[in-house]
């Protein structure tokens, strides 16, 4: 039997710089593979989206897919917008190089307007008007320009490695803080079930404080339990099956 697809693609996941180098060596090194973590993350969620879109069908099922879509382009958006107004002036004052990441912020902005349409599609559609094909048609123009990026931004932070490690250090932790305050409810039990603690071999990334999982799992993720039947892994990052992946869902 074909196994049915999963999040890993038909958007390749990246290669975490922590395959090949050490990231204790420099706070950069460091920064980048905590990046591609997340922009790995990222694009699981956006093959989630892609391969289960067309199989969503029933009117509660499309409500709490819709959901899902709405809460992975917030996410996203609010990244980079954090990245463009904090830490990316941020990263360039230590460094000392005006502009060193406006290849980046260019290519914010050259994928921002269909990112904004994935999430004005989420937000606004009404159920009854779904359409599964053209969430996938929004994705296929999307998508090429969001994973060279994502590729591209992490070559880019690892491009600082030999400047002020603790000082770029600092610019991340600021910022990693201030995204730690978006809404718990949403944000942490999406993220968790978006990583996959299996990847590359295994990885315990995000490192979080001892019980966290269970915290999110038993407290924040109730509320929206029924769009993270959509994650493709569980609260503790193990990867599962595609709710809708093709199978027949649930």
């Known amino acids: 039997m074909t196994p049915h697809p999963w999040a890993d693609g038909p958007w390749p996941l990246l290669e975490t710089p922590s395959k090949t180098k050490d ?145 770029l250090l600092g610019v991340y932790k600021e910022c990693e803080g201030e995204a730690g305050r978006q809404d718990k409810k949403i944000i942490p039990p999406m993220v968790l079930g978006l990583r996959d603690v299996t990847f590359q071999g295994g990885n315990d990334w995000p490192v979080m404080p001892p019980l966290s999982a269970w915290f999110v799992h038993y407290f924040f993720a109730s509320k929206y339990a029924g769009a993270w039947r959509f994650l493709p892994c569980d609260t503790w990052g193990r990867p599962r099956e595609l709710a809708f992946g093709g199978g027949g869902g649930k």
């Open 23 to 167: 990231v204790s060596t420099h706070p950069a090194i460091y920064i980048a593979n905590e990046m591609a973590f997340a922009h790995n993350s990222m694009l699981r969620g956006l093959n989630s989206i892609y391969i289960q879109a067309p199989h969503v069908r029933h009117p509660t099922d499309i409500t709490d897919f819709l959901f899902f879509i709405t809460a992975w382009a917030t996410w996203v958006s609010h990244h980079h917008a954090l990245e463009e107004q904090k830490m990316f002036p941020g990263f360039e004052r230590v460094i000392g190089i005006p502009n060193f990441l406006t290849q980046d912020v260019n290519q914010h902005r050259a994928f921002e307007p269909l990112l904004k349409k994935l999430l004005v599609y989420g937000r606004d559609t009404d159920p009854a008007g779904y359409d599964g094909k053209m969430v996938c048609g929004i994705i296929e123009d999307l998508a090429p320009g969001f994973r060279e990026h994502l590729a591209h931004e992490v070559e880019s932070l690892l491009g600082m490695e030999g400047y002020d490690g603790e000082g």
